[in-house]
């Protein structure tokens, strides 16, 4: 096998991505207007159509819905999809995909750790505060700290969490997972303000409320829930780092996901009790892959 060490053009990735794309969506259509179609069909004809439609699929499984049977198939699409995935194994460029993955997620994880912990004393850095209790769900307040996260790293400046009282574990988030920061924690937060301030200005016409960022003058900003958040900004999620989009455009078909996945890889990482406890349920389980659920 030929190995391509300066990687794909950006063109044949994205045209590679697109072709995935469009089969699946064809795929979708396709059992949908084959359901529709079997809806339609008296009783004595369902089970022959059944038969016909078998043949262009995979797998099938039948499903009562609303006393008629309805007919719900993974089409042949999804056996054409394994065959354009596996162009990825056959293509050359996988050795150059895999490298360039660890080359970026090594960048990030630097990055991080460089921005949660600066070089100056943290009451000398401008900083910001987030507050995990939404009073949501688990991966709902999870999601707003990623959030908060990733505006922190936006605005180059460390993010020190609040968890307090959190719901998921009293003590804090620092007892299940590592602190986001060894240096920067609640002692250099004092009187944080609010994200935005909201004056008043007049035009020749009427008076109109204007929001003005404090983000970008006061030493400590709090950063309230994404959806409060006036005015908005360019850089707020999907948006990912500018110096690196070229390459994640080329290496991964969604590249916020993947930003995000850096982000979460650093937040969640585990205290030594729970990365103990992992690996030896890890071990009970006989963990492997393929994981489905």
């Given at each position: 096998?030929?190995?391509?060490?300066?990687?794909?053009?950006?063109?044949?990735e994205?045209?590679?991505?697109?072709?995935?794309?469009?089969?699946?969506?064809?795929?979708?259509?396709?059992?949908?207007?084959?359901?529709?179609?079997?809806?339609?069909?008296?009783?004595?004809?369902?089970?022959?159509?059944?038969?016909?439609?078998?043949?262009?699929?995979?797998?099938?499984?039948?499903?009562?819905?609303?006393?008629?049977?309805?007919?719900?198939?993974?089409?042949?699409?999804?056996?054409?999809?394994?065959?354009?995935?596996?162009?990825?194994?056959?293509?050359?460029?996988?050795?150059?995909?895999?490298?360039?993955?660890?080359?970026?997620?090594?960048?990030?994880?630097?990055?991080?750790?460089?921005?949660?912990?600066?070089?100056?004393?943290?009451?000398?850095?401008?900083?910001v505060?987030?507050?995990?209790?939404?009073?949501?769900?688990?991966?709902?307040?999870?999601?707003h700290?990623?959030?908060?996260?990733?505006?922190a790293?936006?605005?180059?400046?460390?993010?020190?969490?609040?968890?307090?009282?959190?719901?998921?574990?009293?003590?804090?988030?620092?007892?299940?997972?590592?602190?986001?920061?060894d240096?920067?924690?609640?002692?250099?937060?004092?009187?944080?303000?609010?994200?935005?301030?909201?004056?008043?200005?007049?035009?020749?016409?009427?008076?109109?409320?204007?929001?003005?960022?404090?983000?970008?003058?006061?030493?400590?900003?709090?950063?309230?829930?994404?959806?409060?958040?006036?005015?908005?900004?360019?850089?707020?999620?999907?948006?990912?780092?500018e110096?690196?989009?070229?390459?994640?455009?080329?290496?991964?078909?969604?590249?916020?996901?993947?930003?995000?996945?850096?982000?979460?890889?650093?937040?969640?990482?585990?205290?030594?009790?729970?990365?103990?406890?992992?690996?030896?349920?890890?071990e009970i389980?006989?963990?492997?892959?393929?994981?489905?659920g």
């Amino acid at each position: 096998m030929i190995f391509a060490l300066d990687g794909p053009s950006m063109e044949y990735e994205q045209l590679r991505r697109k072709i995935e794309f469009q089969t699946r969506e064809l795929g979708y259509f396709t059992l949908d207007q084959m359901t529709k179609l079997t809806e339609k069909l008296p009783d004595d004809l369902q089970n022959k159509w059944k038969n016909v439609i078998s043949r262009f699929s995979d797998q099938n499984r039948f499903v009562q819905t609303n006393k008629k049977p309805k007919y719900r198939l993974f089409i042949f699409s999804r056996v054409l999809l394994a065959s354009i995935r596996n162009i990825t194994a056959v293509d050359g460029y996988q050795y150059w995909r895999e490298a360039e993955h660890e080359s970026l997620a090594n960048l990030m994880q630097a990055r991080l750790q460089s921005l949660q912990n600066p070089s100056k004393p943290c009451n000398q850095v401008k900083r910001v505060t987030c507050n995990i209790n939404k009073g949501c769900g688990y991966g709902c307040e999870i999601h707003h700290t990623m959030h908060c996260f990733h505006i922190a790293y936006a605005l180059g400046r460390p993010m020190i969490l609040f968890s307090d009282g959190w719901r998921y574990n009293p003590g804090g988030f620092d007892q299940v997972f590592k602190p986001p920061s060894d240096t920067c924690n609640k002692t250099h937060t004092g009187l944080a303000s609010s994200w935005s301030k909201k004056t008043t200005e007049v035009n020749e016409y009427e008076f109109c409320f204007v929001f003005k960022g404090k983000f970008e003058t006061d030493d400590v900003v709090d950063i309230p829930l994404i959806d409060n958040i006036h005015p908005r900004q360019d850089f707020m999620p999907m948006a990912v780092p500018e110096d690196i989009a070229d390459r994640l455009i080329r290496l991964h078909g969604n590249p916020f996901v993947w930003f995000t996945g850096q982000l979460m890889k650093y937040l969640l990482r585990p205290q030594p009790w729970l990365d103990e406890f992992l690996k030896k349920k890890y071990e009970i389980i006989e963990f492997q892959t393929p994981i489905v659920g």
